[in-house]
Nanobody, 126 residues
Framework: QVQLVESGGGLVQPGGSLRLSCAAS????????TGWFRQAPGQEREFAAA????????YYADSVKGRFTISRDNAKNTMYLQMNSLKAEDTAGYYC???????????????????WSQGTKVTVSS
C-alpha cells in the first residue's frame, strides 16, 4: 500500500503562483511514476503532469506546459507541482497519484494510477 498526503492548495489571483506538495509513505519502492490530475466541478478528471521515477522523465498536458513544473525530492519521497501564471481555468480540485504498474493505460490516463491523495482545492480568482 502507498499513502499520499497532499497540501498547498488555496486562493490565488490570476497570474499568481502556487506549489502543491504530495508526501508518499508506505511501499514507496513500488512506485513507478507519480502524476498530478485535476477535476473541475462537473468535469472529468484530467491529466496535468507526470514523472516517471526511474528515468526522471516528465510529461505535461498541453494546457499546463510551460507554466507548471513537476518535481520530486527523493530523500523526502515528496512530489511537487509548481504552478505559475495561473489562470481562472486552472481552478479545480488537484490530486496526486501513484502508479505501480508501469503506465498500463498511458501516463495521462487516471486508470493507470493505483493510489490517490485526498485532493486539494485551487481557486484562481481576483
Amino acid at each position: 500500500q502507498v499513502q499520499l498526503v497532499e497540501s498547498g492548495g488555496g486562493l490565488v489571483q490570476p497570474g499568481g503562483s502556487l506549489r502543491l506538495s504530495c508526501a508518499a509513505s508506505g511501499r514507496t519502492s513500488s512506485i513507478y511514476a507519480t502524476g498530478w490530475f485535476r477535476q473541475a466541478p462537473g468535469q472529468e478528471r484530467e491529466f496535468a503532469a507526470a514523472n516517471r521515477w526511474s528515468r526522471g522523465s516528465t510529461y505535461y498536458a498541453d494546457s499546463v506546459k510551460g507554466r507548471f513544473t513537476i518535481s520530486r525530492d527523493n530523500a523526502k519521497n515528496t512530489m511537487y507541482l509548481q504552478m505559475n501564471s495561473l489562470k481562472a481555468e486552472d481552478t479545480a480540485g488537484y490530486y496526486c497519484a501513484a502508479d505501480t504498474g508501469g503506465f498500463a493505460r498511458g501516463y495521462n490516463d487516471p486508470r493507470s494510477y493505483d493510489y490517490w491523495s485526498q485532493g486539494t482545492k485551487v481557486t484562481v480568482s481576483s
